[in-house]
């Protein structure tokens, strides 16, 4: 069964880094666009930051911009996640999604909290 696992979470505080993992098992990443999503409780689900299936495009939101870095390594089927200088606002569960053409798959989600 085709799934993403995602890890790397966990309570740190105010200006401190985590590094997420979306790792793919059952299916190969190389093709497929990853984007970093996450929900914060009351809150929509936000687009974080995205990558293309070279790495050779990335885009994120302009509240992480400058703090994360995206970055995936198709040979280990991983695509990461830097996340440093966190604030209390990036606490939220985050997780992967991948998409190529029709065919997506979520991660079940990996929480970050950042205190203050």
């Known amino acids: 069964q085709p799934q993403l696992v995602e890890s790397g979470g966990a309570l740190v505080q105010s200006g401190g880094s985590l590094r997420l993992s979306c790792a793919a098992v059952g299916f190969t990443l190389d093709y497929y666009v990853i984007g970093w999503f996450r929900q914060a409780p009351g809150k929509e689900c936000e687009g974080v930051s995205c990558?293309?299936?070279?790495?050779?495009?990335?885009d994120y939101a302009g509240s992480v911009k400058g703090r994360f870095t995206i970055s995936r390594d198709n040979a280990k089927n991983t695509v990461y996640l830097q996340m440093n200088s966190l604030k209390p606002e990036d606490t939220a569960v985050y997780y992967c999604?991948?998409?190529?053409?029709?065919?997506?798959?979520w991660g079940q989600g990996t929480q970050v909290t950042v205190s203050s």
């Open positions: 990558i293309s299936s070279s790495g050779g495009y990335t």
């Open positions: 999604h991948a998409k190529v053409s029709l065919r997506g798959y």
